[in-house]
C-alpha cells in the first residue's frame, strides 16, 4: 500500500533523517512498474521524472515542462519537492509549486533562479531536456477553494496561476 503525504514543510530533512534512522530496519519498500520505480520512504511516494522542455520566461526565470508519472494525481494549490538526479543533489529536495492544471499531460513549474547561491535552482537553469529529476507527490500549498481576489507579485504569482 501506498501512502502518501498531504502536508509537510521540508521534505530535505524528513527525507535524510526518516532514510537514515529507517534504512537500517528496512522499514522502506520499493514499487516498479514498467515505466516508473516508486520509492516510498515514510510515506513520501518519489518519483524519477525527465525534463521535456524548458524555456526562459525572463533572464532568471525559467519554465520547466516535466514528465507527468503514471499515477501522479494533484490539485489547484499543491507543491512538489524536486532535486536533480545526480549524486551532488539527489538528497536536496526543494519545494516548487505546480503551475499545471490537474487536467494537463504533463506537470509545468516557474522557477526563479538565484546563480548567487550556487545550488539546486542554479543547476537547474544548467539542466537540459531529457536530465533525470526526482520530484514527491503532491502535497498542499493551499487549499483553493474557489474564485475569490488575490495579490501576488513576482514568484509569488505561482501558485494562482492553475487558477486561470
Known amino acids: 500500500m501506498i501512502k502518501k503525504v498531504t502536508k509537510f514543510c521540508n521534505l530535505n530533512s524528513i527525507f535524510t533523517s526518516n532514510l537514515t534512522a529507517n534504512a537500517q530496519k528496512n522499514q522502506f519498500?520499493?514499487?516498479?512498474?514498467?515505466?516508473?520505480?516508486?520509492?516510498?520512504?515514510?510515506?513520501i511516494v518519489k518519483y524519477p521524472i525527465k525534463i521535456?522542455?524548458?524555456?526562459?520566461?525572463?533572464?532568471n526565470v525559467t519554465l520547466l515542462v516535466l514528465e507527468k508519472p503514471e499515477g501522479f494525481t494533484h490539485n489547484i494549490g499543491q507543491a512538489i519537492e524536486l532535486t536533480l538526479d545526480t549524486p551532488k543533489f539527489r538528497s536536496q529536495f526543494a519545494p516548487f509549486t505546480l503551475v499545471s492544471s490537474p487536467e494537463e499531460e504533463q506537470l509545468k513549474l516557474i522557477v526563479k533562479i538565484y546563480p548567487q547561491?550556487?545550488?539546486l535552482t542554479e543547476a537547474l537553469s544548467q539542466a537540459k531536456p531529457t536530465d533525470p529529476l526526482i520530484i514527491t507527490s503532491a502535497w498542499d500549498s493551499y487549499v483553493y477553494k474557489g474564485k475569490g481576489t488575490f495579490i501576488a507579485a513576482g514568484s509569488g504569482i505561482t501558485p494562482f496561476i492553475p487558477m486561470f
Open 29 to 43: 519498500y520499493k514499487i516498479q512498474t514498467a515505466q516508473y520505480q516508486l520509492i516510498t520512504i515514510n510515506s
Open 117 to 119: 547561491h550556487h545550488g
Open 52 to 59: 521535456l522542455d524548458k524555456s526562459w520566461l525572463t533572464h
